[in-house]
């Protein structure tokens, strides 16, 4: 069986490298989108790349891996693609224009129902491990559950993605999505 950690761990540092270098890109302006929307989409991604997959070798094998793959790799084709064109030649061809301002109807779906999924596939296993976890008493009088910090990411992964996005406004929490796939999580812990 292949060991994930030993045989593709220079791969996560290369991925935590091209993500931390896709900051200045945008500070630098070459990209239209704002750092309030820039920083959350490379933290949830380091998050879930370092934080998730990295850390709990249980959620390798999942689907929705393969899914959250192949949702990032296609978004982030098209996005360099059009970005290069346009840096390049000074225009896009329309069909690319096309598909990086439609695919997100089908990916930006699939990828948030990936990572969140993964999220929880992993949090029975935060749990048992306390991995990241910092319990009291310590030095520091501080304690941190790692367990809990995830499900709170949970719980605040759609609205913020929805703000992000600026498609929808601000929703009531009640009448959020997460907030109902939070209440379910807890009652399952």
Not at 60 to 81: F, G, M, N, P, Q
Request: proline share 6%; hydrophobic share 45%.
């Amino acid at each position: 069986m292949l060991d994930f950690k030993k045989e593709c761990g220079h791969l996560h540092f290369m991925h935590l490298f091209i993500y931390l270098s896709d900051m200045p890109i945008y500070f630098q302006g070459l990209v239209r989108s704002p750092v309030s929307a820039t920083l959350p989409q490379i933290g949830s991604r380091l998050f879930l790349t370092w934080g998730v997959l990295w850390s709990f070798p249980e959620t390798h094998s999942h689907i929705l891996v393969t899914s959250l793959v192949i949702s990032w790799s296609i978004t982030e084709v098209i996005r360099y693609s059009f970005f290069g064109m346009k840096e390049a030649f000074g225009f896009t061809p329309s069909w690319l224009l096309w598909l990086r301002y439609s695919t997100f109807m089908l990916l930006y779906p699939t990828g948030i129902c990936s990572e969140v999924g993964l999220i929880y596939i992993a949090l029975p296993c935060m749990k048992a491990s306390e991995k990241y976890s910092l319990r009291m008493p310590n030095k520091w009088n501080f304690s941190f559950d790692y367990f809990y910090a995830s499900i709170l990411s949970i719980a605040i992964y759609m609205p913020a993605e929805v703000c992000r996005e600026g498609n929808v406004g601000i929703q009531p929490l009640l009448h959020c999505p997460s907030f109902v796939v939070l209440v379910v999580f807890y009652q399952e812990l």
